[in-house]
Nanobody, 117 residues
């Protein structure tokens, strides 16, 4: 059973920073595709950032230049540094892991990020 455990959420003022982390209990973490999604109240879940097994990154336009995703394969961890936070960044942030052959995905339980104006 694959488990993803997120941490690092919280309440911060606009302009502040947070660092989210997600630890995965899977032996093939280094071969996995990792991503962070978020879901704001009343909205659909959206992709925030992703990082491939080879380290290539991709960001939503709304966070590009402010958020940085990274991974540490030795620690089975994916992290995301959130800088210059805005109230519209508020939501539950979910860690997502994707494994190939066959393709299957797993979700963490989510961590709340609240940015006050």
């Amino acid at each position: 059973q694959v488990q993803l455990v997120e941490s690092g959420g919280g309440l911060v003022q606009a302009g502040g920073s947070l660092r989210l982390s997600c630890v995965a209990s899977i032996s093939v973490f280094s071969l996995s595709e990792m991503a962070w999604y978020r879901q704001a109240p009343g909205k659909s879940r959206e992709l925030v950032a992703s990082i491939t097994a080879t380290g290539s990154t991709n960001y939503a336009g709304s966070v590009k230049g402010r958020f940085t995703i990274s991974r540490d394969n030795a620690k089975n961890t994916v992290s995301m540094q959130l800088n210059g936070l805005k109230p519209e960044d508020t939501g539950v942030y979910y860690c997502n892991l994707g494994v190939h052959n066959p393709w299957r995905t797993y979700w963490g339980q989510g961590t709340q990020v609240t940015v006050s104006a």
